[in-house]
Nanobody
């Protein structure tokens, strides 16, 4: 059974940090491009950051550059997103996405809520 389970979200003050994690199971993690998306209330889901297979090429949305860092541990089948200098506009549900390298399969996690508020 394929599972992507996000964790690490929560309530944080502006300027604070959170470390999001996504634990994968049920598929060959190392064969999948991994990404973080987010969806704020009333807005479309948007790409935050992505990481390729090997070499580990990364891509960030402009809003995430310099503050978020995507990484993956294939041995642990886990995707990470440490987030720093959080802003109220970062408030959203953050989703983990896995896309097979040839585009044959795609999976989503259930999401983890990040709320940035004083």
């Amino acid at each position: 059974q394929v599972q992507l389970v996000e964790s690490g979200g929560g309530l944080v003050q502006p300027g604070g940090s959170l470390r999001l994690s996504c634990a994968a199971s049920g598929f060959t993690f190392s064969n999948y491009f991994m990404s973080w998306y987010r969806q704020a209330p009333g807005k479309e889901r948007e790409l935050v950051a992505a990481i390729s297979l090997f070499p580990r090429v990364t891509h960030y949305a402009d809003s995430a550059k310099g503050r978020f860092t995507i990484s993956r541990d294939n041995a642990k089948k886990t995707l990470y997103l440490p987030t720093n200098s959080l802003k109220p506009e970062d408030t959203a549900v953050y989703y983990c996405n896995a896309r097979e390298r040839l585009g044959r399969d795609e999976y989503w996690g259930q999401g983890t809520q990040v709320t940035v508020s004083s």
